[in-house]
């Protein structure tokens, strides 16, 4: 019996370059396939078969998964937060079509399960900010916490009337070392590492006391496998699960990078992605996540700064060793 081959969509991306890697590494790179509009650029990945690949292009897409026998896909192409508001058309199309297309796929049956994800996006200045629970009011404001709404409700209603099995997670922000900032409002507590270490300080554009859900990469990536091999009958939530790490603000960050560059500053100038932080959870309850299949986490703001400044510095080592 042949192990079970996934495709993921939007591998050059920040999730999607450290799921190829994870998958890899659990079921061989023979079963993982990447596709995006451009290749991933990580020496982990280049024995990964990759297929350039326009998400809005379903006749591409439904040819590249009869051609590979796919059973698992991984649509992570999106337009992120910030970049959304800028160009909303763009959003729209590439968020909501390119889920269609892979739900579309499923419905014909040429992939058993779909992994789409949602984001703490899809909340708004109405629902309850501390301990956000997974049924709650969701009024977004923005037009990537809009789209990402209404994926979830054509999840569920796929799921309901077609029987596609497609799973999702409301992911916080995500923090990772091997991909630069994407666009998205959470963008702060990645950048902030490149420029303490680069420069000693940096300018956030939250203010010091916003306090948002973060989660570190690899705990995210972690959540989604875990997610997509549990049995279909413990997966009770269709439109997405709500998903927790640990939540800090700026200034708490800040003071923790401190701890190791004991010289590190910190200021603040507020812009236009403050107006969407303030609309989005301070904190999130995801204990249908650890009761419906197993979900757990114990990670703190310290362990995050220790593994981020590591990684970067090793990074930055290799980079001025292979320069010399």
């Known amino acids: 019996m042949r192990k079970e081959r996934s495709l993921v969509i939007g591998a050059a991306g920040q999730i999607g370059i450290e799921l190829v890697i994870k998958l890899k590494e659990m079921y061989g790179a023979e079963n993982v396939i990447a596709a995006d509009i451009r290749p991933p650029h990580a020496e982990e990945v280049a024995d990964v078969h990759f297929e350039h690949l326009n998400i809005l ?26 970049s959304a508001e800028k160009q909303p058309d763009l959003a729209w199309d590439l968020n909501m079509n390119g889920l269609f297309h892979i ?19 899809v909340f708004g200045p109405t629902t309850p900010s501390v301990g956000t629970p997974q049924i709650t009011v969701c009024e977004p404001n923005t037009i990537y916490g809009i789209s990402k709404l209404a994926g979830e409700r054509w999840c569920e209603y796929y799921h309901a009337k077609f029987g596609v099995d497609v799973r ?21 507590a990645v950048d902030i590492f490149y420029k303490a270490l680069e420069r000693g300080s940096y300018e956030s554009f939250l203010s010091a006391d916003t306090r948002l859900p973060m989660m570190y990469i690899e705990e995210a990536i972690r959540a989604t496998i875990e997610l997509m091999e549990a049995p279909a009958e413990k997966i009770k939530i269709r439109s997405s699960y709500n998903l927790s790490g640990i939540d800090f603000t700026p200034l708490e960050l800040a003071e923790a990078i401190k701890k190791d560059i004991s010289d590190f500053t910190i200021s603040y100038a507020p812009d ?41 510095r090793k990074k ?8 010399n």
Request: no cysteine; glycine share 6%; hydrophobic share 40%.
């Open 272 to 312: 236009f992605r403050q107006k969407i932080a303030d609309s989005w959870p301070q904190s999130i309850d995801d204990s249908v996540a650890q009761s419906d299949w197993g979900w757990k986490t114990e990670q703190t703001v310290d362990d995050l700064v220790s593994i981020m400044l590591t990684e970067l």
């Open 57 to 82: 292009n379903h006749e591409q897409l439904e040819s590249i998964l009869e051609k590979h026998k796919v059973d698992v896909v991984y649509q992570l192409a999106a337009l992120l937060s910030a």
């Open 103 to 121: 739900l579309n796929a499923a419905r014909k049956g040429l992939v058993k399960r779909v992994f789409w994800p949602s984001s703490i996006a």
């Open 168 to 188: 999702s997670l409301r992911y916080p922000g995500l923090i990772g070392h091997r991909s630069l900032p994407g666009g998205g409002t959470t963008d702060y």
């Open 316 to 323: 930055k080592l290799i980079s001025e060793t292979s320069h």
